[in-house]
């Protein structure tokens, strides 16, 4: 069999991150050589920033910020809820569609989300009285991707708010 294109492995990663599931990742890591673990990882990594926002619509989940470009470039990240590092989980429910500066606050716990998904933001946040500030999201909806299978998995959003002390949200 003819060896598989970058494109083509990447498609075949997207579809893994849709639909797997953390244990089916962890068991297939379990199989592989450290080589084809990193190979893989580099790969998956890449299928993650590009699936996340596409399936919240390149659009921010906090803001509703979408901007797109006619070659695909988009402002929104694909952001994990449970740090990558800590958790080997790059599976669409331990992701969400971030502008870089909700993306910043949340990785540094300035705001995260609500069980009902909601925006919370931390007493700790001191920001200036611009109109573009973090304060007046607090308490709005989220927007999340059509499917509620790609919905940020209950859990992980329960660990961030227990990670940076938002208490029983």
């Known amino acids: 069999t003819l060896p598989k294109t970058l494109p083509d492995q990447i498609r075949e990663i997207e579809g893994q991150i849709e ?9 297939r890591q379990l199989q592989r050589t450290q080589e084809s ?4 990882q580099v790969l998956r990594s890449a299928a993650f920033r590009r699936k996340i926002p596409e399936l919240y619509g390149y659009r921010c989940a ?14 929104i990240d694909a952001c994990h809820i449970v740090p990558w590092a800590d958790s ?3 599976t669409i429910t331990n992701g969400i569609a971030l502008c870089p500066n909700m993306h910043r606050a949340f990785d ?4 995260s989300i609500a069980a009902d998904h909601t925006l919370l933001v931390s007493d700790h946040l001191k920001e ?18 059509k ?3 790609h919905w940020p998995d209950p859990d992980n959003l329960a660990k ?4 940076f002390e938002f208490g029983a949200a």
Not at 19 to 27: G, L
Not at 37 to 40: A, F, K, L
Not at 108 to 111: D, F, P, S, T, Y
């Open 19 to 27: 639909h797997d599931t953390p244990e089916a990742y962890v068991a």
């Open 147 to 149: 499917d509620r299978k």
């Open 108 to 111: 540094r716990g300035l705001i």
């Open 37 to 40: 673990e990193e190979e893989e």
């Open 160 to 163: 961030h708010r227990e990670r």
């Open 62 to 75: 906090v803001t509703g910020l979408q901007v797109m470009h006619q070659h695909k470039a988009n402002l």
């Open 128 to 145: 200036n009285d611009s109109t573009y500030g973090i304060r007046p999201f607090r308490g709005r909806p989220l927007y999340l991707p």
């Open 88 to 90: 080997y989980d790059d």
